[in-house]
């Protein structure tokens, strides 16, 4: 946000935010703690970085992934590195989003593809829920599908349900995680996302 002030076509007074996934719980991490964010748009985002991870998991998963993850974090303090793992072994992809993150990353051959293990730590200790209510009194607007499995939309509903006003929920129906990205569901996601900044921080 600071170097996108010093562009000559910026207005550093009026920066808006938008992002998704992982990235939609961080743009409301960042709008709560930066009074700089003026406008806010989270889609499929996490509120609660625990209760993510854990509600795509099976007990025994959460619980040995949680052991994982305190073995690796006496190795990050003794050897100052954490072990790398496959991407899927942390983000637990659901069926489709399997299929479509496959997909984009055989395009992308830069594609992120391993991990540290501390991202568990990072993410458990994650929650963009804490602070959501500290946009108020700027916009705030979370999208979400009502078929997302990667991502349950009871997440974006948990934020919507903190933030204060003005806010909105978006459920889009008929849709997956990925599915955002691309059309038609993409077209729902931007149209909801200009209207909102053409109410709250128009050009």
């Known amino acids: 946000m600071t170097f996108l002030g010093t562009l000559p076509e910026v207005d550093p007074e009026r920066l808006g935010l938008y992002w998704t996934s ?44 949680l052991a994982r993850s305190r073995r690796d974090r006496v190795k990050r303090t003794l050897e100052g590195e954490s072990e790398l793992v496959n991407r899927e072994e942390i983000l637990l992809p659901d069926r489709q989003s399997a299929e479509l993150a496959a997909a984009a990353r055989r395009s992308h051959p830069a594609a992120v593809s391993r991990i540290p ?25 979370f999208i979400t599908t009502d078929d997302d499995r990667l991502v349950p939309p009871e997440e974006s509903a948990a934020l ?3 933030a204060g006003e003005p806010k909105r929920l978006v459920v889009l129906e008929g849709y997956g995680h990925y599915e955002v990205y691309t059309e038609p569901a993409f077209s729902e996601v931007m149209a909801a996302t200009l209207a909102w900044y053409r109410e709250h921080l128009p050009a």
């Open 22 to 65: 992982y990235g939609g719980a961080t743009v409301v991490w960042v709008a709560a703690v930066d009074r700089r964010v003026r406008c806010v748009v989270s889609v499929v985002g996490i509120g609660n970085g625990a209760r993510w991870m854990r509600s795509v998991r099976r007990p025994d998963e959460w619980h040995d992934l």
């Open 117 to 141: 293990l501390e991202y568990v730590d990072d993410t458990v200790e994650f929650n963009p829920e804490w602070v959501v209510d500290r946009i108020a009194p700027r916009a705030a607007l």
């Open 160 to 162: 919507y349900a903190r």
